[in-house]
């Protein structure tokens, strides 16, 4: 019975260690960087301009917040340097911090490689992303955005800063390499499908992410859009509200122009007011969203209007933390 026990245990061991050897070494499994070339043609830079500050907001994490002032606006001369924390106290499993993405850091990359990093989370290094960033819906943008954005990042004002390096806790530092996904590119929708072109937006913008609330580090799928999940803030809990069409606890009520104007009521970021230490403050970045275009804004709406209403009142601040 001893020698059974100890040839048990022993292939208990080995099979731990295969196991973590195939998600250390093995993974993650995304193919090499696309042989693309992000040509930088005028259109194409201001194109990317418009997704990465505007609807897929990259230059959100990769520049310095203004946690002083309201939805924390970027900090001028940070734009795309990197360094904005994301720790354990704010329900992170380990330290995170963004990458600069400006040509000080980029230059060395090639087209493919940046492309592989946003659609598929695996960077120059085969190092796989903790997908703080959206990665898995950056993968269904259109390649042309994504080589819009690429160009777009080739123009950046060069910023030498050196973020520090993450540190991820365990296990999370060997499931973090089974998160990484082929690429599954959309096409753009035609403009006049206010619907698809809408949930073209929602999708690449990753909206789904921030208000449907998880379990377990999970998007609780049949819970989408249904608003409810929770921020660790400095003042206290910041909970996203419900954005289906439900009359009384969502958006139903609202009209096109409501949506729109409540987007472009934050189209001047110098004007957000200052927000102390214990006030409400929250992460939606109101004054980058801002800059969306109406066209846009109601083509989300649209396709809002068409997702399952949820009966999900949500507090949206809670109490500080003791």
Known sequence: MKRFLKLLITAVIILVVAVLGYLKFLLPAVGKAPEVKATLLPSRIERGRYLANHVAVCMDCHSKRDWTRFSAPIEKGTLGAGGEYFGPEMGFPGTFYSKNITP?????????????????????????????MPYLNYGKMDQEDVLSIIAYLRTLAPHKNVPPARKVDFPMNFIINTIPQKAAPM????????????????????????????????????????????????????????????????????????????????????????????????????????????????????????????????????????
Request: glycine share 8%; with cysteine; net charge neutral.
């Open 104 to 132: 000080a850091h980029l230059s060395n990359w090639t087209d493919g490689e940046i492309y592989r990093t946003i659609t598929t989370g695996v960077n120059k290094d085969n190092e796989a992303l903790f997908p703080v």
């Open 187 to 322: 096409q753009q929708p035609d403009t006049a499908d206010m619907v698809k072109r809408g949930e073209y937006l929602v999708t690449i913008a990753a909206c789904v992410e921030c208000h449907t609330p998880v379990e377990k580090g999970q998007i609780i799928s049949e819970k989408a859009f249904n608003g409810g999940r929770e921020f660790v803030m400095p003042a206290g809990i910041l909970r996203t509200p419900n954005i289906t069409p439900d009359v009384k606890t969502g958006i139903g009520a609202w009209s096109d122009s409501m949506f729109v104007s409540r987007f472009q009521s934050f189209n001047r970021p110098e004007s957000l007011h200052a927000v102390g230490k214990n006030e409400f403050n929250t992460i939606m970045p109101w004054s980058m969203y801002a800059g969306m275009t109406e066209g846009d804004l109601k083509a989300i709406f649209a396709y809002l209007k068409t997702v399952k209403p949820a009966d999900n009142r949500v507090v949206i601040f809670g109490e500080p933390k003791k």
